[in-house]
């Protein structure tokens, strides 16, 4: 750096979104919104920062150690919010009757954690969450569902949905009189595929003091968890199975709805799957949860996943609030896009490029770039009058693929010209009135630029 | 509270943003953004977190002052921004090359500054900030114009522009010799109508040290600031009043070309004003500056302010990069529109509202909303079956305008009705198949429930 200049850079783990990603997310969080929309969803936004008392231990340890928090000009102990579940729980617990209930919420936000940097994580993300608060109705599950694959379809991303049920997991754990070592269980449920079944067996019955009957028990799940039985099938075993567990039968029988209430959704085969391994964390879920499996890259993980928790404010009200909800993970999503190349590359919204030849041109150009905007095509006006092919290659630079010229020549004729920026394909003598359907037709019928 | 319990509050000078304030501020973001994009500006996004030393000694002695400053688990000494402009010439310094020039970038963000808490102003708050780097051109500053106006047009706010061109202050300045006291000239451009005649003169005499043609040349300037005529009158007297002066002669010029430039955009009249008194501080703009009134409620203050400068990144780089550029007020619109009771006061974004009359009908009622929804019709569907007047009851709570109703008794006949929640107005068997077209004709040819 030159003395006495300041160094341009950001902290370590943040970044700067530059505009080919900006116009991606942009579009992507528009599409997101659209579709919250129209599941009659509304936006909320909390304060970026929250007093600390309100953050700290709703978490894990590790949270509250990730958390930016200071101390503001009034001495009060502050800091910035590390997801968007513990600010909506507040929220909720301070707005619950003016909100009226059940209540839908979207909320698109930045959080900030400060995790050790690594490829793909950073320290301020975006999180996109939604959930229906105050009812417990298994119709919320399905529109929770639902909306997961609407939001994924409209972001064109073939996807898969896997549910599970805790009551089911909680009835498993009741039938083998699990009580102490739940953990070892679901840790047996979650992890079979990467510890393999004799090491699981072994654990279940060192560690975990099961009896052959109870191991085989949980064997006899994880079986079914891997066969490729149809929903139903697998329901029906499962009536057997947890028979003696009331919490059992009772997760049997809100999944069996669940899958039926989703099929008027168009949930059914391959889109909405029962994945009995799905456990998602000890505490928090209570009934339904469910993951989604990007179909061209599974090796990234869930990209949306969520589920049904019995109480969002016990922490900060004695009113009980059941809720169902979810969230989308835009960053993973977006770096797999990128991966598969499927990211536009283009730097500018517009799609027109207005080319002015010399400064006698300028309220001519001026005048056709404002008829384009009104069409609805984004155009971006050249502010330096002069050579064409600097223009030009400036447009196609920003990857807007047509450009609009008006030059001398077209302003003394009263026309225009139009240059594909990919191909050199050139029109000219366009009349100045028919620029704006010339524009029309060549971005509905020609391939996009 | 009771024991054990968290108390739900959010931080003095912080707020929640209730669903109500949040799809009208959800709506008039999504608008801007439509408009900056026709204009081909690109969004961007920089990290709300960023180096104290990025951030120090950039606003003013208050805006330090105001910073959320703190030192992070990693030692480093940071804070949150508290504007865009500083992050944008950080950012702009660090991806010049990248970027190209001209760069047309928007970004709509929350920023932080430790205020004194006091009616209508926050410690968090959105800035609506829009510039092109890079560019010397007065078709820039035109197309800003352009931006602006087009913007507030498609917010529904009726609005005037007023320009100045800081080159004509400072060419009044040179032509009164004022160099040492240019804020006190400033003052008086600013503060005339404040202060007082007699007052100011008191003060260009007495503070000032100026002469009485120095201060006859002042008041000549204010006298044409206060006239009545045309923007060409105004430019013309200007040429003789600051003849001696080459930075006030290329102001003059400058505006004359702007006003040209701006009458393509249909920026005439009442709506693109000269107005020699604007000034908007002493250090930042070189070029042209606006504010912009809003016509019903012009006591408000600018409600859209900008110009243009010479220079946005000279503390981080050597390079030297013009732009212009400017700021939307969205809190004191948004303020404004409340005044005006012009704010919607729905909770939902729902149009429609899908009422079930028992267990049975769920299914069909699914079925019902998805093709609402497909229709392109924002729809809540009840996750209570059961009292139709409950249903009723909640949906217009929500401000949602029409209810399909689909009990038993349709679910039998294979129709549904519809109700308007306003009027009570109610029409029964409506088929399966053609809800989805009557939901669009009420909702087109009635008006707005």
Redesign the interface.
């Known amino acids: 750096m ?1 003395k006495g ?8 783990g ?6 080919a990603v ?2 991606e997310r ?1 579009r992507m969080i ?1 599409t997101l ?1 659209g579709v919250f ?15 600390a ?2 953050l700290l231990g709703k978490g894990s340890e590790e949270t509250d150690r ?1 958390l ?1 928090r ?5 001495g ?1 102990d ?1 800091a ?1 919010r590390f997801d968007l579940t513990v600010p909506l ?3 909720v ?3 619950a009757n ?3 209930m ?1 209540f ?2 979207y909320h698109i936000a ?1 959080v ?1 954690r ?1 995790e050790k940097p690594q490829r793909g994580r950073y320290r ?1 993300f975006i999180q996109c969450d939604f959930d ?1 608060i105050g ?1 417990e ?1 298994l ?2 599950d ?2 929770v569902l ?1 909306l997961v694959s ?1 939001s994924l379809g409209k972001l064109g991303i073939d996807h898969e949905l896997r549910v599970n049920n805790r009551l089911i997991l909680n009835g498993l754990l009741e039938t083998v009189n699990a009580g102490g070592t739940a953990a070892l269980v679901l840790r047996a449920v979650d992890k079979l595929d990467k510890l393999g079944a004799e090491v699981v067996k072994a654990e279940l019955r060192e560690q975990g003091g099961l009896d052959d009957a109870q191991i085989a028990t949980v064997f006899a799940y994880l079986a079914l968890s891997a066969s490729d039985a149809t929903p139903t099938e697998v329901l029906r075993e499962l009536d057997g199975l947890l028979a003696k567990s009331a919490t059992g039968t009772a997760g049997v029988q809100a999944l069996r709805t669940l899958f ?2 989703a099929s ?3 949930l059914a085969g391959r889109m909405l799957q029962l994945d009995l391994s799905i456990a998602r964390g000890l505490d928090y879920y209570t009934g339904m949860v469910f993951e989604t499996r990007m179909v061209a890259m599974p090796a990234i993980g869930s990209i949306c996943s969520g589920g049904r928790y019995d109480n969002l ?1 016990n ?4 009113r009980r609030l059941p809720g169902v909800g979810g969230s989308i993970g835009l960053d993973r999503i977006f770096g797999a896009l990128e991966e598969l190349k499927q990211l536009d590359v283009r ?4 799609q027109v ?1 207005v080319a002015v030849g010399d400064d006698s041109c ?2 001519g150009a ?2 056709i770039a ?1 008829s384009l ?1 009104q069409a ?6 050249s ?2 009058a002069g050579s064409l092919g600097a223009q030009f290659k ?1 447009a196609d ?2 990857g807007i693929g047509l450009a609009v010229i008006f030059g001398e020549r077209e302003r003394l004729a009263g026309t225009c010209g139009v240059k594909n920026l990919k191909t050199g394909e050139q029109v000219n003598d366009i009349s100045l009135t028919g620029i704006a359907a010339e524009i029309t037709r060549r971005l509905t019928t020609l391939p996009r630029p």
């Open positions: 030159a200049l300041i160094e341009p850079r950001v902290l370590k943040f970044r700067d979104t530059l505009p900006a116009l942009s528009r919104e929309s129209s599941f009659g969803f509304t936006p909320i936004d909390t304060p970026a920062l929250e007093y008392e309100i990730q930016y200071f101390t503001d000009q009034g009060r502050i910035l729980a507040r929220f617990a301070e707005h003016e909100l009226g059940p839908r919420r930045p900030w400060a301020e229906i009812s109705s119709l919320g399905a529109e639902g609407a039926a209430h008027e959704y168009g404010v922490l900060y009200s004695n730097t500018s919204p517009a490029f300028i309220a001026i005048s404002q905007r609805g095509h984004p155009t971006e006006l502010l330096e400036y630079r920003r």
